[in-house]
């Protein structure tokens, strides 16, 4: 089991990493927005290898190509560290983040390529992606 939790601590959560689905960087808009940064790096797990405690908000958003997203944070100190979209019922993307320990954690997949800023690339040593990979 690994550990992850909050820049304040009042959310924590543990997750079984052998049942790892994949990884991915995502450079949409909309993660660059709410990361403040380049991409989001988030890894997904089936929900029933997870466990999260202390109460966290979402926000739900219209991905690009129409799916429908909603991003869970922490109400205190803002740490972004969920993502569940409708369209992929049972799963949970995790924020590599805010996890204590990713020595385990192989990202192998890159999307929207096609908004990557200049200063934070695409990683060409995974497969990449213009849009969604098309899960
Ligand atoms: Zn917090
Ligand atoms: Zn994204």
Redesign the pocket.
């Known amino acids: 089991m690994q550990k992850g939790h909050?820049?304040?601590?009042?959310?924590q959560y543990e997750f079984d990493e052998t049942q790892v689905g994949f990884g991915l960087h995502c450079h949409c808009k909309d993660c660059q927005r709410v990361t403040g940064s380049g991409k989001a790096t988030v890894i997904m797990f089936p929900l029933d290898a997870v466990s999260i405690s202390g109460e966290y908000k979402t926000f739900a958003s219209l991905g690009f190509e129409g799916s429908h997203v909603s991003r869970g944070f922490?109400p205190?100190?803002g740490?972004q560290m969920f993502t569940f979209v409708d369209e992929l019922p049972g799963q949970i993307f995790i924020k590599a983040g805010g996890m204590e320990d990713t020595s385990w954690l192989a990202v192998e997949t890159t999307c929207w390529t096609s908004t990557a800023r200049d200063w934070l690339p695409a990683d060409s040593g995974t497969a990449c992606f213009e849009m969604n990979p098309g899960l």
């Open positions: 909050c820049l304040c601590g009042d959310v922490c205190t100190c740490s």
